[in-house]
């Protein structure tokens, strides 16, 4: 056999090539990582993070309060934003519509400044983590804004004349019929969303609000240990996201053909 | 029962879709709505079901006039059934749960009972081992057949079909009409729009011809097959039992 073929997907291939495979992946970026930090002389030590331990722990519990509030609130946002840019009145639809488009053009850091000065200064809330959620959820919601309207859209507008026939009433469509599907027609790409949630609220570091980056840098601020620092960092974001992102994916499977 | 329509008039835009129409149809057991693509027969039905006000003209159920308020319709489309030409279930639920469902939120029946009612009817139409399954995994002759047993699922007065056969191929087609057949049978009064003219003709035992918009025709269906007057509806039966090159 030659060799080649050991690299190469068919219909029946066993456990051991793929392993084979893997294996071989993830040593070239071990590899790779290692050379890396050898190259800049740095080192690992984990010692400074066993110190840090709690200051680490408050701050991850920290993130992930942030993601999941920000997570509610931005849902609340986006669904009041995807029916808005559907809404027969125009000044509502334009609202909406602006927001989204507004929000989704520019990037979040500038944002951050911004919405942290004007909502701070200008209207009291003198909440680091008020505003951090605040902020955040904005700029999730315009994203969430579009998933949920295109859920809206994809729903057939025949499905609101049946459940007119059975007898529903309006309120008893939305919430029988209506939501039910978009619920499953949006589970998956909102659950990528809620993924770049928790990986977005790193940015609320820059104004000062202590979550599992901003305790990170601190960290590292006394300890010097740059690279176990940041790697650490990056296993404790994944080992959030990834379970996100493997239900949106079981949920994706799930719901494919439903439709 | 009784259907009378006064002057019924629909439009969309300019389009005038219902022009005029009148009707009087009495001691019906099943009233076959034909007529040519366009003519208006979905937009009929859907006045008769409640699920369009005219723009003028009045229908009356059994003499009661029909309100056209949207309160006073939730009440009208109670005691009527309506079946769809093709993707009339909801497709997020089970066969079981779209015959339940409407039971227990219209009809006020408890989720036990609705859920008897159910499985008792899908029994009936040999669905019982689909009750479980939503519309994708479903044939179209058994999404239609589930369509049908949610739309007699609470006894209404009055059956409304809008072409229930018309997306299928002409096996399911026979199972459907089998089922509807079987419906007349038992006595639920049904109006029920539809190309198929064998079953129109012997099935049902009123008719009404319907073309742009008009009410052309109108009466027992073995005399308007047999002896049609107009030469639209000539015209009609002659382009619909025989293909003329
Ligand atoms: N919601 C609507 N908006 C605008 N025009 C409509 C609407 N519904 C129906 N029409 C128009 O009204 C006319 C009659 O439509 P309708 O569906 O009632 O005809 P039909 O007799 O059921 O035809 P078919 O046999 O093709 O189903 C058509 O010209 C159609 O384009
Ligand atoms: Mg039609």
Redesign the interface.
Known sequence: MPIGRLFLRTPKDGRAKLLLNGLLVAAVLVGFVALSVARVEGRYDFTDLWTYRTRLAMGFGMTLAFSVLSMAASLLIGFASATGSRSRILPVRYLCRTYVNVIRGTPLLMQIYLFFYIIGDAWGVEDRLVAGVLILSIFEGAYISEILRGGLDSIEGSQLEIARAVGFTPAQATRLIVLPQLLRRTLPALAGQFASIIKDSSLLSVISIVELTQTIKEVNAATFAFTTDYLFLGVLYFALTFPVSLLSRALEKRFAYEN | MRIECRDLNVRFGAQTVLDAVGIDASDFRAVALIGPSGAGKSTLLRVL?G?LAPDAGEVRIDGQRVDFSERAL?AH??GVG?V?QT??????LTAEQNIA??LV???GQSPEQARETAHALLARFSLDQDAHK?P?ELSGGQNQRIGIA?AIA?RPRLLLLDEPTSALDPELTAEVLDMIHELQADGQRMVIVTHEMGFARRACDQALFLADGRILEAGASADLFSRPRTPQLQGFLRKVLEWVP
Do not use: I, K, S
Not at chain 2, 87 to 92: I, S
């Open positions: 079901g699920l939730l489309r109670r309506f769809f993707r009339g279930l909801f497709p997020h469902l409407p939120h219209v009809h939503r994708y949610r609470p």
